[in-house]
């Protein structure tokens, strides 16, 4: 059986304005979890690797259309940039970089991360902002988890879409 991670239904619009366009660029996941093979924590130091519970796609690039459809309900309308596409000039890169993200033992789905935007043409190093999650999920269902794992995707595109929308720092 095939899983697939998809956006979350009618996310209201969590940013009025935004400066410029956003790009989800880059999500970089551990080749633990980054596998076709659905990986759950079985208990400490331990990992079940399904034969039966697949992924339809690598994880980055579903993380990555999830994250940027997400986006594209909570931020103005054309201000988010498909990663198909290059990016204009101006457009700030955001960038994912996921520490845990999987269901444990109790079915209980873990994410641990953190994001960052690239300002086009800055020397800067970018700021990084932590996302720590956890949603509910069936241990013995798969859709289940895979459903919380959208569900913590649409959160932190909640969360993104407000750090975004915010005034610079003085």
Not at 34 to 52: A, E, N, P, W
Request: net charge neutral.
């Amino acid at each position: 059986k095939y899983f697939d991670l998809e956006p979350m239904d009618a996310l209201a619009a969590t940013a009025q304005a935004l400066m410029g366009k956003v790009q989800v660029a880059q999500v970089h996941i551990p080749l633990s979890l980054d596998r076709k093979q659905m990986v759950r924590h079985s208990g400490t130091y331990t990992l079940d690797i399904s034969d039966q519970h697949l992924c339809s796609a690598p994880h980055d690039e579903m993380i990555r259309r999830v994250l940027t459809q997400d986006l594209m309900q909570v931020l103005p309308r054309n201000s988010v940039v498909l990663a198909i596409y290059p990016a204009p000039p101006g457009t700030r890169k955001i960038v994912v970089n996921i520490l845990e993200f999987a269901p444990g033992p109790t079915g209980t789905v873990q994410f641990e991360g953190s994001w960052s935007v690239v300002a086009a043409g800055s020397s800067a190093p970018p700021h990084s902002l932590e996302l720590k999650y956890s949603e509910p999920a069936d241990a013995k269902d798969a859709a289940d988890q895979v459903k919380g794992m959208s569900r913590i995707l649409g959160r932190a595109a909640i969360s993104m879409a407000q750090a975004l929308a915010a005034p610079p720092a003085p």
